[in-house]
């Protein structure tokens, strides 16, 4: 076989992202697998490898070994593996897939990215996050919202910030989320009620926060000669890594994996951040996407908040976060970097301009960063 | 770039296995790496891509996110990601590194497998592993020297074993394990003694069963278009899955998940059994000695233990499981199929004549199997 030329992304489903109480681990791949199955028309015999992203299986929900768990539940014998880089897993996972199609060793991948959080109550889940950040941020007591206050704090410092324009993030993410009917939170904020919520860790708000949730999310990839309408494309997806720690790195105000990655993704396929409409970033906390926009070169260092602004009053075209991102989608940490690339996809499914999206998905508070490129057929042509 | 022509073994090194109180998680990735770089004659700048096999990091050491561990341990901001697949993450891990080279998006591919184990008592990290097994044998109580009993139960059922031929397994692991420097345990043992120690799970003893074990293994992957006399080859290695649990499988005295990776390393590269020189397998207990000889095609059905009295009176030139297995030489989840590449490199560098050797590494009591091909120059010509 010859290295394909084209990854289509052939089908795509998701659970509800949110407190699924109801639902397994076990349960929510199973319908995640089956909805991108019926959405691409496939059976799992048609599926030559499978790649799952998960973070805290063997925690929650006491089951490492999810291949084997896949295997069971789809009485599915071709190879099956979990990957694992924090809150990047789904998007490493898809890295994972979109290699072996590559490698021409498989036609037809499924990735299913996947998380159960809510089992475990607030405090133990927040400890047991902290194992994707570095030995010496858990012995100091740090936890994620205070990993990204110390990096609000240094974003502020370097170029300043207000309060409420801190809160423009989430209140466009709970904004767009009205409109997902797999939102965690479909429930409008106003400025004034993100500002004044709950302090968490200063300056961070209980509103700046991504939640603790469920869900799954799955796509299949196939390699393909031929280009289709109708189907979106991933063109390519890079992975840079950093200290798994925020001290040693150059600075606490951006984040240079998702630079790196970002970086790659334009100089090898000859793409700008201008030639993109629509994105998924990481917005597990409020600073992350002001840091995001400029690290991806939406925005200059510093300068994100007037294109957020233009977003907000619809003065720029870029579709930002249509799922309405990490804050009122959900966070269920496997899922979050495959749900992005099924909301890049949907957007681009059918479109007959060129169109490009990006998506972006951070583990910790930046030791992992992946983005990747989709496309419509223009693309290629 | 073109898929490469050969995938060259171009440097490895491992820590010693055993009880290493002395060294975190991290140590042991460290020196691994260390020595795979310092024998392959590379600095970390010269390696493109990084996988990491491992189980329990994240309930051992609180550490998931090994990728931003390892970038920080050596400044490295290229992608490195955690393959897990229980027993077989190293193998797993040795997969996805091949299929980057396969896909031409890496020259140079590091794989690190490691396990930290021995900071849990024995009866907490027992608990750990069965995250491996399904949520039904954990519901039941079950251990896996527990699944492994029922298996070896179901072989004597099927085909008969008396006590003192199982004895044999560990018998001929420890005696291979004095040469071997890393080996954890470096002491021969009488049958007798073996059939005699302490009952686990009846019929299995303690000398039946593979240790607890801290170690890491590297190897050093890279796309070859010319051929080096000196280095061994891994021509191909292959994956399948099957339940997490041993109820509903066609049988419990084999495994099929080893039997069907077998076949496809056969057909695809055109060798038998019988051209196999060395193999390294997946001992983790007595029995899984007997059943892999089979399922890997050395010996038929029902008919292991004459091979393996072969082997011990020398009758067999087979070299099996040079480093003392998994019994002697312990068995650090995602190091083993790591270790055993190694293994079965050593053998066959600097070899003249056609030289061919196995690699097989379990995951579980045989959710997933990984089968892997290794050769000299002379397999290509």
């Keep these: 076989m010859n290295k394909p030329k ?15 109480y109801e639902y397994s681990l076990e349960d929510l791949i199973f319908e995640a697998t ?56 789904g998007a490493l996972a898809i890295h994972s897939a979109m290699q072996s199609l590559q490698a021409s060793n498989a036609k037809t991948a499924l990735v299913v990215g996947c998380e159960k959080m809510t089992d475990f109550e607030s405090n133990r889940i ?37 309060r ?54 799955a796509v299949v990839l196939t390699a393909r000669n031929e280009l289709n309408p109708n189907k979106a494309y ?16 150059d600075n606490q105000y951006s984040i240079a994996a998702t630079q790196r990655a970002a970086k790659k993704i334009y100089d090898r396929n000859e793409v700008s951040a201008g030639q993109i409409s629509v994105i ?21 260092p510093g300068e994100s908040l007037s294109l957020i602004d233009d977003i907000i009053s619809k003065k720029s075209n870029l579709t930002l976060n249509p799922s309405g991102g ?17 909301e890049v996809a949907k957007q681009i499914e059918g479109t007959s301009a060129l169109s490009l999206g990006l998506t972006h998905n951070v583990g910790g508070s930046g030791g992992t960063s992946v983005v990747g490129l989709v496309a419509n057929k223009e693309y290629f042509s």
């Excluded at 006491?62 to 099956?80: D, R, W």
């Design 6 to 20: 084209f990854i289509e992304i052939s089908g795509h489903g998701q659970t509800k992202f949110g407190e699924l």
């Design 34 to 89: 089956n909805l991108a199955l019926d959405n691409a028309k496939l059976t799992i015999g048609e599926i030559d490898t499978i790649y799952i992203g998960n973070m805290t299986g063997g925690e929650v929900s006491n089951q490492s070994h999810l291949g084997a768990v896949f295997s069971e539940l789809y009485n599915f014998k071709g190879p099956v593996m979990r990957i694992e880089g924090a809150c990047a897993s």
């Design 126 to 162: 927040g400890s047991l996050l902290m194992q994707a950040a570095s030995q010496e941020e858990r012995e100091a007591g740090l936890s994620f919202p205070g990993l990204y206050a110390l990096m609000t704090n240094s974003y502020i410092e370097k170029y300043g910030l207000e």
């Design 164 to 217: 409420d324009d801190l809160s423009k993030a989430p209140y466009l993410m709970h904004k767009n989320a009205l409109t997902n009917q797999y939102a965690q939170f479909k429930k409008e904020f106003t400025i004034e009620q993100i500002s004044n919520s709950t302090l968490i860790a200063d300056p961070l708000r209980l509103l700046d926060c991504s939640p603790i949730s469920d869900g799954a999310a």
């Design 234 to 249: 991933l063109v390519d997806i890079q992975v840079s890594c950093d200290n798994a720690g925020l001290a040693g790195r």
């Design 280 to 300: 998924e970033l990481h917005d597990c906390f409020s600073i992350a996407m002001f840091m995001a926009l400029e690290d991806l070169g939406f925005a200059n």
């Design 326 to 342: 990490l804050k009122a989608c959900g966070h269920p940490v496997g899922a979050t970097g495959v749900k992005q690339l099924i």
